[in-house]
């Protein structure tokens, strides 16, 4: 997979985790839009976070005020840093990039994004 993750695991609910990704260097002056999406079981993958182009980040309602979404031009990465967190969180994760024009303001479908992670797996427990 040309991104990796890595940072998942079981957690307590309340508590935090931060997710790494890190991007080839190769690819990652192609990327226009990164994102961190996830899937639970049963469900489709939805984001919860993205970079758009002119910098800023969006969230999905559901982990606004609890997760930030980071990059790093220099390390070529993207981190979600993510706290609160609760039992709806426990999902798999995947780092996520988009090429093509950058005058488009990056979407949240999943089907928009050519570049991905394997995933990895945060669970919350209570």
């Known amino acids: 997979a040309p991104l990796v993750e890595s940072g998942g695991g079981s957690v307590q609910a309340g508590g935090p985790v931060r997710l790494p990704c890190v991007a080839p260097q190769s690819t990652y002056s192609m990327y226009i839009c990164m994102s961190w999406f996830r899937q639970a079981p049963g469900k489709e993958r939805e984001a919860v976070a993205t970079i758009q182009t002119d910098g800023s980040a969006t969230y999905a309602d559901s982990v606004k005020g609890r997760f930030t979404i980071s990059k790093d031009h220099a390390k070529k990465t993207l981190d979600l840093q993510m706290n609160s967190l609760n039992l709806d969180d426990t999902a798999m994760y995947y780092c996520?990039?988009?090429?093509?024009?950058?005058?488009?303001?990056?979407?949240?479908?999943?089907?928009?994004?050519?570049?991905w992670g394997q995933g990895t797996q945060v669970t919350v427990s209570s």
């Open positions: 996520a990039a988009k090429v093509g024009d950058s005058r488009v303001r990056c979407g949240t479908g999943y089907w928009e994004y050519n570049y």
